[in-house]
């Protein structure tokens, strides 16, 4: 019944934004941390930014200032906004709900940065 489901992925130049969202259902979703990954080809999947269920956001060093997680509790949705894309940003970008041991992943978006 646990559902994610991302949107917003695309190609876009470098220097470009997007808007990922991720809509959740089957779940308590203002009782879940809210996280985004993503994984290129090759590459280990990796932590991009956190919104924890009590209120707290991290990112990594590689996106900070430049990436904002977000989440809105009535719309069971939680965003990422992606400024001053660069190319090793491409990767698909996954959904992921975690509360206490269970997790759960949407099934990802492509972002497509060219420069």
């Known amino acids: 019944q646990v559902q994610l489901v991302e949107s917003g992925g695309g190609l876009v130049q470098a220097g470009g934004s997007l808007r990922l969202s991720c809509a959740a259902s089957g779940i308590t979703f203002r009782l879940n941390t809210m996280t985004w990954y993503r994984q290129a080809p090759g590459k280990q999947r990796e932590l991009v930014a956190t919104?924890?269920?009590?209120?707290?956001?991290n990112y990594a060093d590689s996106v900070k200032g430049r990436f904002t997680i977000s989440r809105d509790n009535a719309k069971n949705t939680v965003y990422l906004q992606m400024n001053s894309l660069r190319p090793e940003d491409t990767a698909v970008y996954y959904c992921?709900?975690?509360?206490?041991?269970?997790?759960?992943w949407g099934q990802g978006t492509q972002v497509t940065v060219s420069s």
């Open positions: 919104f924890t269920w009590a209120g707290s956001t």
């Open positions: 992921n709900a975690r509360r206490s041991t269970l997790d759960y």
